[in-house]
């Protein structure tokens, strides 16, 4: 594996969750494929679970962590060609990214988008430059338009919370119905995360893992890129009809490109709404706003697995660095 | 050990000394006890002795280590409950600390008192909070009202250059007189440094250890919960009669909350101040600014500790993670 | 190898270098060396090359690292001396270095001039000062005139791209003739990296490594203490010619200290001023500003040494590293 970037960039779905579940159960095995080996990670955003997470994973793994605020140690960086460099910025990503891949076995980069042009953003041209200049295996800490560590972390937890041992290979039998629910936020989001939620769950519907429907008002459409093959509902409650999983995430608009829109009232989720559905288990890939985008009840219930969620980060990041370690 | 935030959290006061001054005969002796251990530094607000010393205690421990400054790299953490994030605040600190206990073995956390409140700060909530919800076990690296790490280390510091070989079991001999002397300073500074030293110092009074005075200003009382037994003195002079150690620190009001109120010359420790004492030794937690809190003269002669203080941290530190260690 | 802040703190040059390419073949030979040693690198001014770099170099050691940002983690210190400290520096240059001393067994530092008076930054200062009191080995990451770990990465890779296995002990035979040209900028930099390139090339020519010239428009003359020996031009046509090395930089004034002067056009380096050079690989510290400095066509170009430069800077601070364990 030379890119984690997406869902496509993973070859055996059902396999790469169960290898994260095995590392889980022993942290420790591969110390020897890191011995001599260096993490770069590199922020140009700030970052809580994705920083602490991917540094124990690769501590796991017996690596090196060398790690990078850009915004707060470095320069600000150059991302257009041709241009004469005589303003703000001081580097030039093809250097900068040159320059960490000759230190750094792997890299790690997260970049948010500016939520201005939608085009700029959904070019993903920072990230891609990146990839491309660094000459080293990267992992997309997240970037402008897919956080795949945080996607790849909610498959993982919904396998381990699941009743059969694997989620594939049960044609037939009943399958999770994992709902998407976007919820209120008084800022205006990346839709990084809802996107590389459906993109994963997309996938994993069409190899028969699970279930997949989308809850959101209307305007909040998603990039139909990403959407292949789930329901699209914009009524909550039928929605959340039998759901066994739901991911509460807000995200602002695709169409009208980074505004956050109105919508009609009730898009909060608490424990009366939940009740329609199959007991389900309620999980955000954090920070959460309390009792805006998701009741307080809900997170300190029964229900929720924010924490478990946020806990298996570390498998998702630890099997994406074993597999570059593996091919180094 | 699960929380060391108070000299209450320590079983034997004369063993818990005499480990520290062990270990730094022998700083690498418990490398297999921290081995794929890991440590969270989590800071709120600036570090520079608590940062390195911490990390350098738990290197030789055989720890890894990963920072999170909160106040640079993450998010504003809300507090209360019961209130609906739709403010400046992104995290709750239940997630946040939960989530930081996933990835760590033990924590520690650094947050200084607002000083606008004295019910607010000496109800330690934010601290409070930190380790009923993290999980694991957790070092104060200073909270509002203590600092016991810093406390921890003086008391190391005061055996080490004692003449007799324990402070403890020599009644009827001679004890050392440790006198707390207030400086003048031009910031409202908290009282987390002369509480935790009152409270350290009292429970070595009451054990037999030393003799305990606090020389301070009129209306610059501490808050008798950490001072009992203590003689207190308005006079700094006369306090300073014979004193084997005089450890130098200023602080605001307790009484008038976090004020700087007026106060008589003469404050100010110089050469010429320490002539009644019994040559003693001078102590200062640093930082410590020259000329205003303590004379150069001093802090340059050979009364001085407050390097071999510092340097001290380290094995406070390293004592402290040696016995989360072993619990765990 | 107690201090490395200048080409005058190395004995044989060329064994020097030597060594550093030795590494470069066999990176992680000297591990035992660094076990249980720790390298502090403080940072009074942003970094990304030296940061990495240096980390990168220790961990090959088996050294630990610990880093502290003064300027954001930190206080600011006091460096002057008889000064009342009741302004905003919160902590003096005696205790700060000293304290850290304390805590590791190597320090480095890195410290920009001001460029407000020539004779503050030429006098070195701060970087005396911490040298004179942490007490322990230090490394210059870049001070106010000088930055040796970057020349010292310049000779290893002229050694390294040089058709010749060893540079000293050829005369009679062709040198490689070395130009360090200046370069236009819209910012006042510092002379650190000239003065220290000059520096150190002037020493090889001297000890009959290579042939130095430095090209600059009229008034940015480097301070004659750095450039002894060097045949100094002020038409880059004229100086380039034959050229094997071209070495760009900008840099600010000296005479008019600190001052960007008028200068003539056609000083920025590109594809045909190279032509009558001998082939001339082209080198820069970086960052480097695309265009402003330096063409682009040249950056992307085959005659470009820049990333492979860059890289080379892990070889030279793990010699400079590998000394100072040797001593300690």
Known sequence: MKLFSSVKDVNNLQQFVDDALALKQNPFAYQSLGKNKTLGLVFLNPSLRTRLSTQKAALNLGMNVMIMNMDKEGWALETEDGVVMNGSTVEHIREAAAVMGEYCDILGLRSFPKLHSREEDYSEGLFNKFVKFCGVPVVSLESATLHPLQSFTDLITIQETWKTSSLSGRVGEGLPKVVLAWAPHVKALPQAVPNSFAEWMSRAQKEGMLDFTIAHPEGYELAEQFTDGAKINHNLEEALQGADYVYVKNWSSYKEYGKVLTYPDGW???????????????MHCLPVRRDLE????????????????????????????KEMLKNS
Chains 1, 2, 3 share one sequence.
């Open 268 to 282: 909060m989720l608490n424990n009366e709404k939940l009740s329609p559905t199959n007991s389900a288990k309620v």
């Open 294 to 321: 998701l009741a307080a009840e809900v997170l300190d219930g029964p229900n929720s697995l924010v924490i478990q969620e946020a806990g298996n980060r570390v498998w998702a990041a630890q099997t994406v660095l």
